[in-house]
């Protein structure tokens, strides 16, 4: 009985391994070429779409996922590739000014310290997954195309969430100097981002809010 048992249990995660590692080379095969390491290999786009992460990490230092998008972002701008920049991330707790965190608030505060004009960034505080980031791009700000930054594992992601939703986004890579431990956790949580993704596509799921559109260039960033 107990020897039947664990076969029953290692077929069954031998099972769970296979549909992990299929969905996550699987949304790394279907965006090939869509991910760029340098501006110049982009054509430009009217916006970029920077996901958002927190900006500080356990024991008060700077997340290194945070300043390496920004990095990017900011040297994006400047190369001319975009005109206009979307911080799109969460907000907990009533954001900074009641004690929370303002994903959106300390992306542009970043960007405009790395040079960027305030007048051209604007903050989504609605970007609560990939998916809805991706999706308000288009919903709110009224952008077919945009470059999205960030680090190349959450870029696969995120341009499939993209192209399976029938956009063509293109995917401005970030540096990925974090700690160990940090990759590890991180890895092991985009594991099942990625099943999720799929249920996403197929199920065509939409943002968790939607609201009033922007123009960029023409409405005033909030």
Do not use: C
């Not at 992601?157 to 974090?178: I, K, M, N, S, V």
């Amino acid at each position: 009985m107990i020897p039947a048992i664990f076969r029953l249990l290692a077929t069954a995660l031998g099972a769970a391994a296979l549909i992990v590692a299929g969905a996550w080379f699987g949304l790394e095969a279907s965006v090939a070429g869509r991910i760029h390491a340098s501006p110049d290999e982009l054509q430009p786009a009217d916006a970029g779409l920077v996901l958002g992460t927190s900006r500080l990490v356990r024991g008060g230092y700077i997340n290194p996922y945070f300043a390496n998008r920004i990095a990017a972002a900011a040297s994006l701008f400047v190369s001319g590739k975009v005109k206009y920049l979307i911080v799109s991330g969460n907000q907990s707790d009533g954001g900074r000014a009641a004690g929370g965190y303002d994903e959106p608030t300390d992306m542009r505060d970043a960007l405009v310290l790395a040079g960027v004009p305030r007048d051209r960034i604007y903050r989504d505080y609605a970007g609560f997954r990939t998916l809805d980031s991706i999706l308000r791009a288009k919903l709110i700000f009224g952008q077919d195309r945009v470059i999205v930054v960030s680090q190349r594992f959450h870029l696969e992601r995120a341009l499939f969430l993209a192209r399976g939703h029938g956009l063509d986004d293109d995917g401005f890579e970030a540096a990925e100097d974090a700690p160990m431990r940090e990759e590890i956790a991180t890895r092991i949580r985009e594991a099942g981002a990625r099943l999720l993704a799929l249920i996403d596509v197929l199920d065509r799921r939409e943002p968790r809010f939607a609201g009033k559109p922007i123009e960029l260039g023409v409405d005033p960033p909030t």
